[in-house]
């Protein structure tokens, strides 16, 4: 089958974070589902297509899920090429993977084009590496939000050893602070609070576990906002790291 839509991760917001494969789909496009958080500076690449917000963003009024696939068939079905245009990567809590299984189950080609997630935009573009030796050898992506309440199991987190990067957590600062230190993360554990990642006007706050949500009261943080929890949010790139990470790397044997 021929693909006539494309799922584009937009990045986390800098335009110039678009990737090369992105704007040649845009370049294409003939409708574009433009979700809310995208820089509407990428449209630049698409002036020929018909754009259609189809916001989506935590604690407020959204477009429902089966609308905006709807749209997509329909615009498919007219033999349109459709861009469905998204912040960060389509498949790390953008429903890529939904959309492609219903628009597969109803007939209908698509290529997902791969963005940069915001947590990874968001931790280098403060100086912290999510991982480092000596100090944090893997990642784990994670959501605080989600539709049916149920909660990710934070007590294994808190014990895998991992840089934690929590997508949409802000509303929910106090529980997974009181979560991860129920699960034995100790409460000094380096926290890097930082919003509108990649942007002009990024900011982030830095703080520890137990501290995190009094700090980001004082420090006014406002969705959207990445948290990077462990021992690499005290580094900033390319500085020495943190002496906690210096005192975890093994020793070297003595020749």
């Not at 916001?55 to 609308?67: H, L, N």
């Not at 600062?173 to 979560?179: D, T």
């Not at 699960?183 to 703080?207: F, K, N, Y």
Request: net charge positive; with cysteine; hydrophobic share 45%.
């Amino acid at each position: 089958m021929e693909t006539n839509v494309w799922l584009i991760g937009a990045g986390p917001g800098d335009p110039e974070l678009l990737t090369l494969r992105a704007v040649k789909a845009l370049r294409r496009a003939e409708v574009v589902l433009m979700d809310d958080l995208v820089n509407p500076e990428v449209l630049e690449h698409c002036p020929q297509a018909r754009v259609i917000r189809v916001g989506k963003r935590g604690g407020c009024r959204s477009t429902p899920q089966d609308f905006i696939q709807r749209l997509m068939l329909r615009y498919a079905r007219q033999g349109r090429r459709v861009a469905r245009l998204k912040g960060g990567d389509p498949c790390i809590f953008g429903r890529g993977g939904e959309e492609a299984e219903w628009l597969s189950r109803h007939g209908v080609a698509c290529e997902v084009v791969s963005g940069i997630t915001a947590g990874l935009a968001a931790a280098t573009g403060s100086g912290i590496p999510l991982t480092l030796r000596g100090a944090a050898r893997g990642v784990t992506l994670v959501t605080a939000h989600t539709e049916d309440g149920s909660e990710p199991a934070w007590e294994a987190l808190a014990r895998s050893g991992t840089t934690l990067v929590v997508y949409m957590g802000v509303a929910r600062l106090e529980a997974v602070s009181a979560a991860l230190l129920a699960g034995g993360l100790p409460g000094d554990t380096a926290v890097a609070m930082i919003e509108r990642a990649s942007l002009a006007d990024q900011r982030e706050c830095r703080s520890t576990l137990a501290a995190m949500a009094a700090d980001a009261r004082a420090f006014g943080l406002k969705s959207p906002a990445i948290l990077v929890i462990g021992a690499v949010a005290a580094c900033r790139m390319f500085g020495i790291a943190p002496q906690s990470v210096e005192a975890s790397a093994p020793a070297r044997k003595q020749a």
